[in-house]
């Protein structure tokens, strides 16, 4: 066993893939046999990566889920920056230049509508909370826009470490929050084609959220959304230590 155990501490990334592919198996199994295909394997598998997320921090009283014990440390790399930007970046080239074009100002409204939103509604929850200053409630707006945005427009504005954590936080609920909720929402609201799955990206802005969210509902739309929802990234980075900081400051003072 402990030879077995040296081994795969070793190649833990190899092993990584083999636990991911394991959890998909029995979530797929279990969607069809518990809910009939109701609730999406893809669902399924992200409700227990956080069951056993927290089964792991709960273990070692650390910080990474799983990660956190050495046999299941490459599960730290799978889930890391790099191939989760990888993976996002490689949907866009499933992407049919042809549908894209027909989203035209539906696309393009829905990232600006979505953005404003979202700081908007992360401003109003960080009033709630005592935060009064333009720099952390524009920091908690720009995380309630998503984890990326958070801390990029944080740093850049000089917030807290508190501040800019909590903005982290507020984009991981949200893009679980997606992830979850896209598959039961989706007959509701015509997430059925890629037009509505750019305007949806472009809403929600997650990109892991909506990639994950219509990976289960259909993976066919997960190219449009998740290329709107980079994009939706990318334009908060700008517009967050800018011109919505700006805005909140004029509002509440420095």
Avoid at 123 to 131: A, R
Avoid at 210 to 228: E, I, N, Q, S
């Amino acid at each position: 066993m402990e030879l077995i155990s040296d081994v795969l501490i070793k190649n833990g990334l190899l092993f990584a893939f083999v636990i991911v592919g394991v959890v998909m198996w029995l979530s797929y199994r279990v969607s069809n046999r518990l809910t009939q295909g109701r609730l999406h394997g893809s669902a399924v598998a992200i409700i227990i990566g956080l069951v056993l997320a927290y089964v792991g921090g709960e273990i070692t009283g650390g910080k990474k889920g799983l990660s956190d014990i050495a046999l299941f440390g490459g599960l730290g790399l799978m889930g890391g920056a790099m191939l989760r930007d990888f993976a996002i970046v490689s949907t866009a080239y499933g992407a049919d230049l042809g549908e894209i074009r027909k989203a035209g100002i539906v696309g393009v409204l829905s990232l600006f509508f979505g953005i404003f939103l979202s700081f908007i509604t992360g401003g109003v929850v960080g009033l709630m909370f005592g935060y009064t200053d333009a720099v952390s409630l524009t920091t908690l707006g720009a995380g309630a826009a998503t984890y990326i945005v958070g801390p990029v427009t944080g740093t850049a504005l000089g917030a807290s470490s508190e501040v800019i954590a909590l903005s982290v936080a507020a984009g991981l609920v949200k893009s679980v929050l997606v992830m979850i909720g896209t598959p039961f929402i989706a007959p509701l609201i015509g997430l059925n084609n890629p037009k509505s799955a750019m305007a949806y990206g472009g809403l929600m802005g997650t990109t892991s959220g909506v990639a994950g969210g219509l990976a289960a509902t259909d993976k066919r739309l997960v190219p449009y959304g998740a290329m709107t929802a980079t994009f939706y990234t990318g334009l908060g980075c700008l517009l967050g230590p800018s011109v919505i900081y700006l805005m909140f400051r004029a509002m509440f003072g420095a």
